[in-house]
């Protein structure tokens, strides 16, 4: 990216590979192990949202295999989601959670949602989810107000305003169980977490740089959680609560 005098947002690093450097090697993921077990509601609904002005915002179509995977690996029943946008990560968790499972789906954009939502009736997954047109960190809030929800939730997925990550995970690991699971999305930013020089970055893409430099720090040294973080869709960190 050096030697050129381009502003770089955010948008222009999310096509084609991902965080590899091989288009053809992210390809052949896809192709190999991601696309043949996609659901044909979520293959339907990623390419609805391809068409959406916002389309990139979209969850990375290799994260869902990991999330689902999780989901079942901790037998989750209650959670929560913080960012929906068209709902393809939702879709995902809705899909993965037992007939009885339960998740609190929250974002301020509720148009948005309902671009996914025939998707959900057309899997038979909608009662699974209780959507909340809201900023998140109120709701949460709410949330902690009942002593009964401290520690009741099995996971949790943030995607949503970066700059209150560190916000939500205070909340979030009241929430969830010892055990349970939190996953953040977009942690790696691009790649550019790793640069040195950030001066080819539009103003927007080195806030949240910071915004990332920050929360990885606070992540990898919070006792309170043990952490992965993935090189999968734009950065995936996984903390599941210990104490």
């Not at 068409?51 to 994260?63: K, N």
């Not at 949503?160 to 990550?165: P, T």
């Not at 606070?218 to 992965?228: G, M």
């Amino acid at each position: 990216m050096e030697g050129t005098s381009k502003k770089l947002g955010v948008f222009d690093f999310k096509a084609g590979a991902g965080l590899l450097q091989s288009k053809e090697l992210y390809q052949y993921i896809l192709n190999t192990s991601v696309y043949p077990n996609e659901a044909e509601v979520l293959k339907d609904l990623r390419e609805i949202t391809a068409s959406h002005p916002e389309g990139m915002m979209i969850c990375a179509a290799d994260e869902g295999p990991v999330m689902s995977l999780l989901l079942k690996l901790v037998n989750a029943k209650k959670t929560i989601e913080i960012g929906v946008f068209t709902g393809y990560s939702l879709l995902v968790t809705a899909l993965s959670l037992p007939e009885d499972g339960n998740v609190i789906a929250i974002d301020p954009n509720r148009s948005s949602f309902e671009i996914g939502l025939p998707f959900f009736r057309r899997a038979a997954v909608e009662h699974k989810v209780e959507f909340i047109e809201s900023v998140g960190l109120p709701v949460l809030d709410k949330l902690l107000e009942e002593p009964k929800n401290e520690g009741s939730f099995d996971y949790a997925f943030v995607d949503a305003d970066k700059s209150n990550y560190a916000n939500y995970h205070e909340r979030l690991v009241k929430l969830v169980k010892v055990g349970g699971l939190i996953l953040y999305d977009n942690t790696l930013w691009s790649g550019t977490v790793a640069w040195e020089d950030d001066s080819t970055l539009d103003d927007e893409m080195v806030h949240e740089r910071s915004v990332f430099l920050e929360l990885n720090k606070k992540l990898a040294s919070d006792s309170r959680i043990q952490i992965s973080q993935l090189p999968i869709g734009d950065g995936l960190t996984i903390c599941m609560r210990l104490c």
